[in-house]
């Protein structure tokens, strides 16, 4: 399974925008696509950060955080994700290359590692 495009708030993401993304079989996001969420998702993460406003207002970060946060998915030890399914594999990965790393899930608590702005975030 990939992800290969979405759309955040009317914002479309993935789609080919070079010809040499145009000629190319890669899988997963083009990089002009993965691109596009990194630079969104780090002005949203420097303005939540900066000011803890409502998450809502940020609807990158907020649906990263949710491929992130929504699955039954765990890391082995070699750090690679195990999950139920290829699909939810695919979420975490999407997630991880746009900048949020699902870490670990404790008793009621996920951590999600955001590397665009240097912080650990967890929920319960």
């Known amino acids: 399974m990939e992800f290969k495009k979405c759309s ?8 080919r925008l070079t010809n040499e993304e145009m000629r190319s079989e890669s899988k997963g996001m083009t990089a002009s696509g993965l691109k596009l969420v990194r630079e969104q998702l780090r002005l949203e993460s420097e303005r939540y950060y900066g000011c803890r406003g409502n998450i809502a207002d940020y609807p990158v970060l907020c649906f ?3 491929l992130s946060l929504c699955h039954s998915g765990m890391i ?17 990965e999407a997630a991880r290359d746009a900048g949020l790393t699902f870490q670990e899930r ?14 650990i975030d967890h929920f319960t």
């Not at 955040?8 to 789609?15: C, K, N, P, Q, V």
């Not at 082995?76 to 975490?92: M, N, R, T, V």
Request: hydrophobic letters at 40%; proline letters at 2%; a negative charge.
């Open 106 to 119: 404790k008793h009621n608590r996920l951590s999600v590692y955001n590397s665009i702005a240097d912080a």
């Open 64 to 66: 990263m955080r949710a």
């Open 76 to 92: 082995d030890d070699g750090g690679d994700y195990q999950a139920s399914s290829p699909d939810e594999i695919a979420l975490l």
């Open 8 to 15: 955040i708030a009317g914002l479309r993401f993935g789609d």
